[in-house]
């Protein structure tokens, strides 16, 4: 079975930080782009940040650029966010999710592109991140 595990979300202060982590199995990680997704309450969901696991190719959504760096650790299975400067508005619950196959896909940035327009295949479930003002 596909299990993807995000945790390490928790209450902040504003300018502090927080790593979240996403630890995934039942897949082949390192043919696969990871997600980070989050919503907060009555918005929609908002993509923050994706990475290859195959060439660590990555993107960020404008909102966080700067202040979160996605990273991968293959060893592991497993794919970190690291939120510096946090503010009130990053609060939300995050999950991560992946896609693939980049193998089949042909290249990284097809896999990119799909977790930019929220294309993935398999979903995990949330980890909640508060920061107050």
């Known amino acids: 079975d596909v299990q993807l595990q995000a945790s390490g979300g928790g209450f902040v202060q504003a300018g502090g930080s927080l790593r979240l982590s996403c630890a995934a199995s039942?897949?082949?990680?390192?043919?696969?782009?990871i997600g980070w997704f989050r919503q907060a309450p009555g918005k929609g969901r908002e993509g923050v940040s994706c990475?290859?696991?195959?060439?660590?190719?990555?993107y960020y959504a404008d909102s966080v650029k700067g202040r979160f760096t996605i990273s991968s650790d293959n060893a592991k299975n497993t794919v970190y966010l690291q939120m510096n400067s946090l503010k009130p508005e990053d609060t939300a619950v995050y999950f991560c999710?992946?896609?693939?196959?980049?193998?089949?896909?042909?290249?990284?940035?097809?896999?990119?592109?799909?977790?930019?327009?929220?294309?993935?295949?398999?979903w995990g479930k949330g980890t909640q991140v508060t920061v107050s003002s």
């Open positions: 039942g897949f082949t990680f390192d043919d696969y782009a």
């Open positions: 999710a992946a896609v693939g196959s980049i193998a089949t896909m042909g290249s990284s940035s097809a896999a990119i592109a799909l977790c930019i327009n929220h294309g993935m295949d398999y």
């Open positions: 990475i290859s696991s195959s060439d660590r190719s990555t």
